[in-house]
């Protein structure tokens, strides 16, 4: 094992995009920012100095943490933002996980543009359980505002309703060439013909579930959220903002220039946002002169490929990366999803957009949840967070029969140490019906269900997949649907749950887990580093 270190500065730079520069938050002067390359079983250690007049926190998406949720990232919930000036080393090591992860500012909606990929390579002689690819590139997928972002947000919380939507779905910061002002923002992936290339797509979106797509090539899936699947084919793959999607590309077409693209799945009946972004499969040799071929790509709506797609998704399950399932639960959650109406004071119509878990919309502490279990500080939240919706109702048919309104709290569900928790997502027709992508912080699931309409106990229990379900850290719940995910809360500490949709999270739809220590120190969260920012 070896030890990493990165020194990541919070900058300030102008980039222009779509005709419009900018002055954005970066890391390094980068967009998107640094890679980090690690190999399993590496220790890394990241210092975060902070030079822009915002704060700042950094979370890396998908890594465990194990006993180590000082070193998550999510601001408020394991530390107090990186204030203007300050710096904060993230320490942690890298214990069986290998794949593609990535990291984003934790704070507000900067992650609009501070994010970058985590490239974790097996350990020193150890292949992948895949073809070896000739080489590999990562493919981030993000979105631009011409406006700073944060006062796009600001005008929509003044408003009490969504901000605009983005204006340039972007591949590794770029729009590609249909958007205006974009032909030398196109990012190009030089091929040669014959080979084996691995990619690592990363959905850094704020708001957009995405299809994916290359012209003329199709890809294997080998690995989500690092974690090996079953390999299978596809013509186009379906991400949502938090997943990483790892796949195998034979470039075995005529030589010449292929557009990959990426463009929404707008599942929700109110989204309108249909911006495709561009970048392009280069065939070594071949001159930028020759049109590139267009994909093949799902239509914004096309539900029946989402849930075809998610359908095929099969942990590996080999001997080596088993499944580890648990077959017996201890304790059953069921959470709904709702959007819904506020009161809203300082707003111009005296309401705002809200969102829910059984009807709580979270309400971000002014200090660390971390902090304040690990320190025991009373008064920052309350652990009453109820393991079911306070009345049952039909979630996707009527929504006007159940309450839009919504109770505020910083409130939080406990759970044993080690004990195998089960928990039904539930979207419902509060509002409107959506797909919300859910992230669990310190943990992989297993999808174990999913599927349309109400989960039903009985019927679709008895459905599970209890053998090679996938497993992840953030799953999309249907739209109108439930997804059923099963972890084993064997890493204690607090951890932070929401939807992936930046605009969600803003709205509450959120929530966190305190897991309990469990005999001694080896099952007990790990002291705090000195350097932690105080509150
Ligand atoms: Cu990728 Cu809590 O976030």
Aim: proline share 8%.
């Amino acid at each position: 094992a070896a030890l990493k270190k990165y020194q990541f500065d919070i900058q300030v730079k102008n980039v222009s995009r779509l005709c419009h520069a900018k002055p954005i938050v970066t890391v390094n002067g980068m967009f998107p920012g640094p890679t980090i390359y690690a190999r399993e079983g590496d220790r890394v250690l990241v210092n975060v100095t902070n030079y822009a007049r915002y704060n700042m926190s950094i979370h890396w998406h998908g890594l465990k943490q194990y006993r180590n949720g000082w070193a998550d990232g999510p601001a408020y919930i394991t530390q107090c933002p990186i204030k203007t000036g300050k710096s904060y080393t993230y320490d942690f090591n890298i214990t069986g996980q290998r794949g593609t992860l990535w990291w984003h500012a934790h704070i507000f909606w900067l992650r609009a543009t501070v994010y970058g990929a985590i490239v974790i390579l097996p350990k020193q002689g150890t292949l992948f359980p895949f073809p070896q690819p000739y080489r590999e590139a990562n493919i981030l997928l993000g979105e631009w505002w011409n406006n700073d972002v944060e006062d796009v947000v600001k005008q929509g919380n003044k408003l009490g309703l969504p901000p605009n939507t983005s204006d340039a779905h972007t591949i590794n910061g770029k729009p590609g060439p249909l958007s205006p002002c974009s032909e030398k923002h196109t990012f190009a992936l030089e091929v040669e013909q014959g080979k084996t290339y691995l990619l690592r797509i990363i959905n850094a979106a704020l708001n957009d579930e995405l299809f994916f797509a290359i012209a003329e090539h199709n890809m294997t899936v080998v690995e989500i959220d690092a974690v090996y699947t079953k390999p299978f084919t596809t013509q186009a793959i379906l991400i949502a903002p938090g997943q990483t999607t790892n796949v195998l590309v034979q470039t075995n077409q005529a030589p010449g220039r292929y557009f990959m693209a990426a463009r929404p799945f707008m599942d929700a009946p109110l989204s309108i946002d249909n911006k495709s972004a561009m970048a392009i499969l280069q065939y070594k040799g071949i001159p930028n002169s020759v049109i590139p071929i267009l994909p093949q790509i799902p239509a914004p709506d096309d539900t029946e490929f989402a849930l075809t797609y998610n359908s095929k998704l099969r942990s590996l399950n080999s001997p080596a990366f088993p499944a580890t399932v648990p077959l017996k639960v201890d304790r059953h959650l069921f959470y709904t999803i709702g959007l819904g109406i506020n009161q809203c004071l300082t707003c111009l119509n005296g309401t705002r957009l809200t969102a829910s878990l059984n009807n709580i919309t979270f309400v971000m502490p002014r200090i660390g949840l971390l902090q304040a279990h690990y320190y025991n500080i009373k008064g920052v939240f309350t652990t009453d967070f109820p393991d079911r919706p306070p009345m049952p109702f039909n979630y996707t048919g009527a929504p006007l029969t159940a309450n839009l309104g919504t109770t505020l709290g910083t409130r939080v569900s406990k759970i044993a140490f080690n004990s195998s928790v089960e928990l039904i997502l539930q979207d419902t027709n509060l509002l409107t019906v959506e797909s919300h992508p859910f992230h669990l912080h310190g943990y992989n699931f297993f999808v174990v269900g999913s599927g349309i309409g109400n989960f039903d106990p009985k019927s679709d229990r008895a459905k599970f997949n209890l053998v090679d379900p996938p497993e992840r850290n953030t799953v999309g719940v249907p739209t109108g649907g439930w997804a059923a995910i099963r972890f084993r809360a064997d890493n204690p500490g607090v951890w932070f749950m929401h939807c992936h949709l930046e605009l969600h999270t803003g709205w509450g739809l959120k929530t966190a887990f305190v897991v309990e220590n469990g005999k001694g120190r080896d099952q007990s969260i790990s002291p705090p580093p000195k350097d932690l920012p105080p509150c």
